[in-house]
Nanobody, 126 residues
């Protein structure tokens, strides 16, 4: 059974940085794309970043985080990271990592991901 466990969230001030981690288990981590999403209460879950399987050479970001966030993966540690710099109050949300069931290309759609972590809260004060 695939399990995803996020960590690294917290309360920070605007302009600060955080690094989120997501440890995966239950299958061969390197074979699958990984994604980060976020959700604010009352709003739909939003795509943040995704990274392709294996070397992670293909990466996608939502426009609002380009140049500030960076997704990476360490296959030896079964871990995907989201480095978040220059944080803004509008980045406040619960952040989730996710992975699809199959070996397809990376996707920005929530519907293409089948396994989800429990989420980690990120709060950015102004």
């Amino acid at each position: 059974q695939v399990q995803l466990v996020e960590s690294g969230g917290g309360l920070v001030q605007a302009g600060d940085s955080l690094r989120l981690s997501c440890v995966a288990s239950g299958r061969t981590f390197s074979n699958y794309a990984m994604g980060w999403f976020r959700q604010v209460p009352g709003k739909e879950r939003e795509f943040v970043a995704a990274i392709s399987r294996w070397s992670g050479s293909d990466k996608h970001y939502v426009d609002s985080v380009k140049g500030r966030f960076a997704i990476s993966r360490d296959n030896a540690k079964n871990t995907v990271y989201l480095q978040m710099n220059s944080l803004k109050p509008e980045d406040t949300a619960i952040y989730y990592c996710a992975t699809p069931e199959g070996w397809g290309a990376i996707s920005t759609s929530v519907n293409e991901y089948d396994y989800w972590g429990q989420g980690t809260q990120v709060t950015v004060s102004s």
